[in-house]
Every structure is written in C-alpha cells, then in structure tokens.
C-alpha cells in the first residue's frame, strides 16, 4: 500500500510546476496550461485525502473542480482569442500599455 | 510490490509530462504532453479506488478542454519561433531578481518538505481503514451529489451556462451583427 | 501456469484477432454491398467472389512508398495514425461479447469474454472514443496542408458535437439498467415479455436507439456525415498528405470505431448475447449475427442517402438531436420513478 504522503509530495511537486509554467513562461497558451497543471495537481490532493477519510466527499469536491476548470480555460481561451486578434501577439508583454 | 511500482511509474509520467510542458517552445507539444499527463493522473486516480474521477478525467479534461486548447492553437497558429525571445525579454529576467526569486522558491520546497514529513497520520498507507466497496460506487456518489451537495450542483450548471455565453459573446469579432 | 489466465489470455489474442479481421472483412463488404446496390458486382477477381480482395488491399497500400510533406510537423503526422488506431483498438477492450462460461466446466471459476469487464465499462467507452478525436485533428494539422486542415477542424468539430447526443442517449439505458458495467447492462436484457418479445431495451427505448445510431454514425464518420473525407469536395480531408501504412491505419480505425459502436449498440439496445434456441455458452454467435446486422445497416445508409453540408450536419446535432435526447432522458427519468415508485 503506498503513504498518503507519496500521493501528497506527487502533487506538491505538481502545483509547483504548474506555478514555475505560470511565473516564468511568456505565452498566453502556455501560461493557462500550467494553470490546469495546478488545478490538477489539487484535485489529486482532494481524492488523496478524500480517500484517506473513507468517505465519497473527495471525489464530488473533484467534480466540482473540473466543471469550474473547464468553464474556467473557456472562457479563458476566448479572452486570448480576442486579445490576439488586437495585437496578432501571444506574449503578455505586449499588452502592458493601456493605449492601443 | 507491483502496486509501487505502478505509482512510481504514473507519478513519474505526471511530473516528467507537466515539466516538457512547461519547458517546451511548441504550444502544440507542450498540448500533448498535458495529455499524457492527464492520462497518468487517470491512473493514480484509479489507484485511489476512484474509477468514476478517472473516467471523468478523461472524458472532461483530456477528452474536452484539451481539444479546445487544440483547436485554439491551431486557430491562432501559435508560432513557434518568438517563445524562446519573448522568454528571454522576460521583464523579471535581471540577476537581482532571478537570485531572490530563487531563495524564495527554494524556501517554499523547503516549507513543503518539511510540512509534508513532519504531519502525524500521513504515514499510514492510502485505505487503511478500508471502505474501497463504498468509495469506488458510482451509486453512492450519485446519491451524496444530488443529497448533500445538490445546491453546489446546480450552482455549477449556471456556472456553466455562463461561461457559454461569456465564451461565445468573447470571441465574436467585433462589428458581427446578432 | 494457471489455466484461467491463459484463457484470459486467449480470450483477448483472439479479441483482437477479431477485431483486425473485421476491418479486413468490412472492406471486402462495403465494395461488396455497394456493388450489388449500385447493380453491379462488386471485386470478384481475386479468390471466390472477391474474398480475397483485403489481402490484395493491404498487399498494395504496405509496398507504396511512405511519403511526409516537407513542411509536416515530424512527430505529430506519424503520431495521428498511431493514436486514431489506438483509441479504436482500446475502446473494444471494455466491451463483452459474450456470456460467462467455464468452458463447459474445464475451470473452476467463470471467465467473461471479453477483454475486461470494469465497473464503469460504458463511461470508459466513451472516455476513450473521444481520445480518438485526436487522431484526426493531429493528422488534419500536422500536413501542414489547406485540404487537410480544414479536414481535420470540421472532423473533430462534427464529432465533439455528436458526444453529446452520444452521451445522452447512454445516460437514458444507464437509468433503465441501473448500473455502468456493461455486464449487467446486458443480463438486465435476458428473458422475454408475452413469451415471445425478448426484453431488450430497444423495445423500451425507440427513439434513444434511433438517436444513438444517429449519433455513432456522426461519430465514427461515416455517411451521411462523412463530410471530412468527403471525395469530391477536400480531396481526401485529412488523411490528404498520407500514404502507405500511415494512411491504412485511417480506414482501419474507422471500421473498427464502427465494429466498436455497433457491438455496444448490440450490447446496450438489442440484448448483447442473448438470443432463443441457443444455450448461454453460445451467445457469441448471436453477438455476430447482430452487430452484423447493425454493420450492414450503416453500409446500407451509406451508400443510399446523400452526403449532409457541414452547416445542416451542425444544426442537426445541436438543435435536433440534442434536445431530443435530453427530452427522452427527463422522459425516461420520470417514468422510472413512476414505475419503480
């Protein structure tokens, strides 16, 4: 049988990548994808510590995180369309001015 | 035995795929290295005794959001050339910053470690009080969605019934008539 | 070594075995069963009647010359084929397609057939077959070709669409059954009303049947919803660039996605296995007879119906068959409670 902890230190490890991906990264794309990475990585967490606790309580707070993680990257993914179509850029950059 | 190992080499999968996507320059790789990625958490969610979040995982995640991640990719054909200067014209890239942005990093790993190996009860073994029956049934999970938590279910439904609407109204090009 | 893991093990070689057979015996079928509509023969040259036909297919399609487009994107274009032909391959593995059986007593416990039999058999089915949207956009973009692009964009676009009704349709069985295996799916169809009207749930579901195969054709895009490979309009849609074994990978995963949807169709509408004048061990040959019967109904549809434009195919999905299926999911909800109540 494998330790919660093993389970916990796999998504501690996860959320960090996913924080490195969202700091050090300059693309729109790559940036929403490390946001689903630490998404991920806490839904993990959830069915981890729902699992230790013996009850479904995990697994339906982890349904609930994915349904807000999708609305979540569409919505997200429509602002970036309608941002490249002003700039034609995806780096977060080019958009630090107010002015156009 | 073999259940080790099979968490050995899921995690390391997830971690490995989740790093190639931070790391690459192509947007559509570093898409399918989040899939891959999804596809390991499907299994050590399988390995927690949750069939239903896996196959959920699947369906929702690598089977939705990331098709519409894809597409989006391909729409704007995200170019490949500009990542590595953008990332290099990155405005925090100055030594002094780089150094204590690192002392921080390291001290939040270090945090981590630490809270991780010094909780009580986070040594015992996943499911050691049993229960693998009660928690892998669809049915019992139906019955605490709709029971216990029937008003966070419907409040997801408008949730996403809004993010629709917003999703569609953002992306329109401006001038379009209805 | 013990014997019921080697008969586990034969039961999925066999499987799969069965499975690339298939596709080789649809594509002598459909040429076959469209020369005899079309009132002519189909190939008749190689072997008796043409039966010999795949095997001088694939003899041909292996000795062309493996060409990529210079601008391809190199791991992706080998990658789509690879990932379309997985996707088909695995969805089968959480399909049973036959009853339990001790091999007439030769071992101990009974062995399903079938690869696997998961608790959550239905959902991992569609989980999968949507993994398969992939092969085809990944293959429509990385050609770095117009035809095939958009190809690929209206493929993934018709089959994201129809998941829905997919998805909907399979709710609505799910609430008659009562459970997500497959299994029991089909042991909840055995025996018969009156004596003689067997009690399978298309009888209890017409419209989630019609529904259901409206929206399998849609997703394993055959006609009248082939638009990607429409012939006359994109070329050849997204498998434009391709050649050679890249290029058989394509037609192979589209009839085993076929083989796929009509054996969960067998298995969750028409009663799976189970059939009169045969004994339980035998209930393999009436899974054959009818997903038969349900792959002759889509070559049949195929080659009499004209092909749908991109924009009524879309309209279709969305404000027909969608809230038809959800009309027939609150339906059969309310009259579950009501008959159980």
Same mark, same amino acid.
Request: aromatic share 12%; net charge neutral; no cysteine.
């Given at each position: 049988?494998?330790?919660?902890s093993?389970?916990l230190?796999v998504s501690a490890?996860?959320?960090?990548i996913?924080?490195?991906g969202?700091?050090?990264?300059r693309?729109?794309?790559?940036?929403?994808?490390s946001?689903e990475?630490?998404?991920?990585?806490v839904?993990?967490?959830?069915?981890a510590f729902?699992?230790?606790q013996?009850g479904v309580?995990?697994q339906i707070?982890v349904?609930?995180v994915?349904a807000?993680?999708?609305?979540?990257a569409?919505v997200?993914?429509a602002?970036?369309?309608?941002?490249?179509?002003h700039r034609e850029s995806?780096?977060?950059?080019?958009f630090?001015?107010?002015k156009? | 035995?073999?259940?080790?190992?099979?968490?050995y080499?899921l995690?390391g999968?997830a971690?490995g795929?989740?790093?190639?996507?931070i790391?690459?320059?192509?947007?559509m790789y570093?898409?399918?290295?989040?899939?891959a990625?999804? /596809?390991a $958490? @499907?299994? *050590?969610? !399988?390995?927690l005794?949750?069939?239903?979040?896996?196959? &959920?995982?699947i369906i929702?995640?690598?089977?939705?959001?990331?098709?519409?991640f894809?597409f989006?990719?391909?729409?704007l054909?995200a170019?490949?050339?500009?990542?590595a200067?953008?990332?290099r014209?990155?405005?925090?890239?100055q030594p002094a910053v780089?150094?204590?942005g /690192?002392l $921080? @990093?390291? *001290?939040? !790993?270090?945090?981590?470690a630490w809270?991780?190996?010094? &909780?009580?009860g986070?040594a015992?073994?996943v499911?050691?009080?049993?229960?693998?029956?009660t928690?892998?049934s669809?049915?019992?999970?139906g019955?605490?969605?709709?029971?216990?938590y029937?008003f966070?279910?419907?409040a997801t439904s408008?949730?996403?019934?809004?993010a629709?609407v917003?999703?569609?109204v *953002?992306a329109r090009?401006?001038g379009?008539?209805? | 070594m013990?014997?019921?893991?080697?008969?586990?093990l034969?039961?999925?070689?066999?499987?799969?075995?069965?499975?690339?057979?298939?596709?080789?015996?649809l594509?002598?079928?459909?040429?076959?069963?469209?020369?005899f509509?079309?009132?002519?023969?189909?190939p008749?040259?190689?072997?008796p009647?043409g039966?010999?036909?795949?095997?001088a297919?694939?003899?041909?399609l292996l000795?062309?010359e493996?060409?990529?487009?210079k601008g391809?994107?190199k791991?992706?274009?080998t990658?789509?084929?690879?990932?379309s032909?997985?996707?088909?391959?695995?969805?089968?593995a959480?399909?049973?397609?036959?009853?339990?059986t001790?091999?007439?007593?030769l071992?101990?416990e009974?062995?399903?057939l079938?690869?696997?039999?998961?608790?959550?058999g239905i959902?991992?089915?569609?989980?999968?077959?949507?993994?398969?949207v992939?092969?085809?956009v990944?293959?429509?973009w990385s050609s770095n070709s117009?035809?095939?692009?958009?190809?690929?964009?209206?493929?993934s676009a018709?089959?994201?669409?129809?998941?829905l009704?997919?998805a909907?349709a399979?709710?609505?069985?799910i609430l008659?059954?009562?459970?997500?295996s497959?299994r029991?799916?089909?042991d909840?169809?055995s025996?018969?009303?009156l004596?003689f009207?067997p009690?399978?749930y298309v009888f209890?579901?017409p419209?989630g049947?019609?529904?259901?195969?409206?929206a399998?054709?849609?997703?394993t895009?055959?006609?009248p919803?082939d638009?990607?490979e429409?012939?006359q309009?994109?070329?050849a849609g997204y498998?434009t660039?391709?050649s050679?074994?890249?290029f058989?990978?394509?037609?192979?995963a589209?009839y085993i996605?076929?083989?796929?949807?009509?054996?969960v169709?067998?298995?969750?509408y028409l009663?799976?296995?189970h059939g009169?004048?045969l004994?339980p061990?035998?209930?393999?040959?009436?899974?054959?007879?009818?997903v038969?019967?349900?792959?002759?109904a889509?070559i049949w549809?195929r080659w009499?119906?004209?092909?749908?434009?991109?924009d009524?195919?879309?309209?279709?999905?969305?404000k027909?068959l969608?809230?038809a299926a959800?009309?027939?999911l609150?339906l059969?909800?309310?009259l579950?409670?009501?008959?159980d109540?």
């Open positions: 049988m494998i330790p919660l093993h389970y230190i490890v996860l959320f960090t996913g924080t490195a969202v700091f050090l990264r693309n729109f794309i790559t940036i929403l994808l946001i990475i630490m998404l991920n990585a839904n993990l967490t959830f069915v729902g699992r230790q013996g309580d995990g707070i349904f609930f994915m807000v993680a999708a609305a979540e569409a997200g993914l602002i970036v369309i309608g941002l490249y179509r995806l780096n977060p950059d080019a630090a001015s107010l156009w | 035995m073999p259940e080790t190992l099979v968490f080499l995690s999968l971690i795929a989740s790093a190639i996507v790391g690459q320059r192509n947007p570093s898409v399918m290295m989040l899939i990625s999804f /596809g $958490l @499907a299994g *050590l969610y !399988v390995q005794d949750a069939p239903f979040v896996a196959v &959920a995982q929702i995640y690598a089977g939705a959001i990331m098709v519409l894809l989006v990719v391909m729409l054909n170019s490949r050339e500009n990542a200067e953008w990332d014209s990155h405005p925090l890239r780089v150094r204590f /690192g $921080l @990093a390291l *001290l939040l !790993v270090v945090q981590l809270a991780l190996l010094s &909780a009580r986070l015992g073994p499911g050691a009080r049993g229960g693998a029956e928690v892998s669809v049915r019992v999970l019955r605490v969605l709709f029971t216990d029937v966070a279910f419907e408008i949730l996403i019934l809004v629709m917003g999703a569609v *953002l090009r401006e379009e008539g209805s | 013990d014997l019921t893991l080697l008969v586990q034969g039961v999925i070689g066999l499987t799969f075995f069965m499975l690339i057979n298939a596709s080789a015996i594509v002598l079928a459909e040429r076959k069963i469209m020369g509509m079309q009132q002519r023969y189909g008749y040259l190689v072997g009647h039966m010999l036909q795949p095997f297919d694939i003899i041909k000795m062309k493996e060409l990529r487009p391809a994107d791991w992706l274009f990658l789509a084929p690879v990932l032909i997985t996707a088909a391959f695995a969805a089968f959480a399909v049973p397609w036959g009853a339990q001790t091999l007439f007593g071992l101990e009974p062995v399903t079938g690869v696997a039999d998961i608790n959550v959902l991992v089915i569609f989980a999968i077959t949507s993994m398969g992939y092969g085809i990944l293959a429509g117009k035809y095939s692009l958009f190809g690929g964009l209206r493929a018709q089959m994201i669409s129809y998941e009704s997919y909907t399979l709710a609505a069985v008659l059954a009562g459970s997500l497959l029991e799916v089909v909840g169809q025996g018969a009303w004596g009207i009690s399978w209890l579901q419209v049947f019609v529904i259901y195969m409206i399998g054709v849609a997703e895009n055959r006609a919803f638009f990607p429409a012939e309009e994109l070329v498998n660039e391709y050679s074994v890249r058989a990978l394509f037609p192979q589209e996605n076929m083989t796929t949807m009509a054996a169709a067998t298995d969750l009663g799976g296995w009169p004048f004994p061990e035998y209930g393999w040959i009436w899974f054959l007879l009818k038969g019967a349900i792959l002759f889509y549809v009499t119906v004209p092909r749908y434009r991109y009524q195919l879309m309209h279709f999905g969305w027909w969608f809230p959800v009309i027939n609150i059969t909800a309310a579950v409670l009501y008959f109540a």
